[in-house]
């Protein structure tokens, strides 16, 4: 495979680092989800229902914040923005284990609201670091960091909760979190190029300028992949569990992961781009049949791998997407509000998924979450095809114009 891409990438100054904090930081606030479930289970002795909504609050106040913050950080710059989310997470965190559910509900949204902006952040960062041409292999890089801060997150939080107790561990996370962000304040990554930076304070472009329909297809094919893996979380824990496999789940999971890195690592290796929507579509059907292998543990491992495999490379294609598509002044709201589909997209899948799964069976949570992903690929489609007839036209019309001579008059 030709490493060349990644090496041509990491070579350029700052990216190593942003990379490697990137991994550090999203750890902790990866572990937040699993961490606030096992406190109101067993702390709060509330229900998994009560646990959900609590992950919800925080999930809408995310969604909500992301272009709020990233429009403030557009405006003010990184680090105003650091310290504003830096505070609120250490202020909910260490006050979350005293707080009655009915507290922390409200403190939960706010949370969300104000929550670190690290997801975002890091891939604005790569969009100032890297030239346009070389942003494939860094998204991919950084799609794959995602991927393992997911599978370490969520299982340190579930070996510090076993081992310690859950509202130990809720101020470990906070701390976590507001380390990363120091982390990330000492960093202090570039939000801009240096060639955006050199031009001075852009004028504010209008948000019906840039929010165009190919930016909004970007993130419905986000909102919509994310929908697929939310979906085939739960439904790969209720196959497991119809079959009395739940054993194997941190394998099934973890077989579905790597393939997710290798997919990622090879998308960031080959030379040509694929579009967002044909990567998600392509996720979305082999996603559909997935179920048909759930009569044994080993077989929806081997059934998960070519869904695994568009995991990565669909996330990475949507981020280098928008960082091309968006204005470099409005780049950071653009990216919050990538960030919200995301988010958006795996609310939606789970809860969707175990719907369908409590009213049929666990196969249809593959099936019927891969189907609505495929529906909107298809929806999206036609802007897609549009783009490549302009950018065909574009390409002619530039290879018909002749080059200048000596007796061509030219304008300077």
């Known amino acids: 495979m030709n490493m060349k891409p990644y090496r041509e990438a990491l070579a350029l100054p700052g ?244 393939a997710s890195l290798v997919g990622g690592f090879a998308y960031g290796a080959v030379h040509r781009s694929f579009s967002a929507v044909a990567l998600m579509g392509a996720l979305s059907l082999c996603t559909i049949p997935v179920g048909l292998g759930g009569s044994h543990w080993w077989l929806l491992c081997l059934a998960l791998i070519p869904a695994g495999v568009l995991c990565a490379p669909t996330i990475a294609a949507t981020s280098d997407a928008v960082s091309r598509l968006a204005p470099a002044s409005v780049r950071g709201e653009a990216m919050g509000m990538h960030g919200s589909a995301v988010t958006v997209g795996i609310a939606v899948g789970a809860p969707l998924a175990g719907a369908v799964i409590d009213a049929s069976a666990p196969l249809w949570g593959f099936a019927v979450t891969g189907a609505i992903g495929a529906l909107v690929a298809l929806a999206v489609l036609p802007i897609e095809l549009r783009r490549r007839r302009a950018d065909i036209a574009t390409t002619a019309r530039a290879s018909d114009e002749p080059a200048p001579t000596a007796l061509t008059p030219t304008t300077s």
């Open 15 to 258: 990216l190593r680092s942003l990379l490697l904090v990137a991994v550090l930081a999203r750890v902790p606030l990866t572990a937040t989800g699993v961490t606030l479930t096992f406190y109101v289970v067993q702390d709060l002795g509330r229900g998994y229902g009560a646990a959900g909504l609590v992950g919800a609050a925080i999930t809408v106040g995310a969604a909500v914040g992301g272009p709020l913050l990233g429009r403030l950080v557009d405006r003010r710059g990184l680090r105003p923005v650091l310290v504003l989310t830096a505070v609120a997470e250490a202020v909910f965190w260490s006050a979350a284990p005293m707080l009655s559910y009915h507290l922390l509900l409200p403190a939960a949204f706010l949370a969300g609201l104000l929550a670190l902006p690290i997801f975002s952040v890091i891939r604005q960062s790569i969009a100032a670091l890297v030239p346009a041409e070389k942003r494939r292999p860094a998204y991919a890089l950084d799609s794959m960091s995602v991927e393992l801060s997911f599978m370490i997150g969520p299982a340190l939080a579930t070996v510090g909760v076993t081992t310690i107790s859950a509202r130990l561990t809720l101020y470990l996370v906070g701390a976590g979190i507001v380390v990363a962000g120091v982390v990330l304040w000492l960093l202090n990554p570039p939000v801009r190029s240096a060639a955006e930076a050199s031009t001075g304070p852009q004028p504010r472009v209008a948000r019906r300028q840039w929010l165009t329909s190919r930016l909004v297809a970007v993130f419905a094919v986000s909102a919509a992949a994310t929908l697929v893996l939310g979906g085939t979380d739960v439904a790969v824990i209720a196959v497991l569990r119809e079959n009395g496999d739940v054993g194997f789940t941190g394998v099934v999971l973890s077989v579905w992961a790597v």
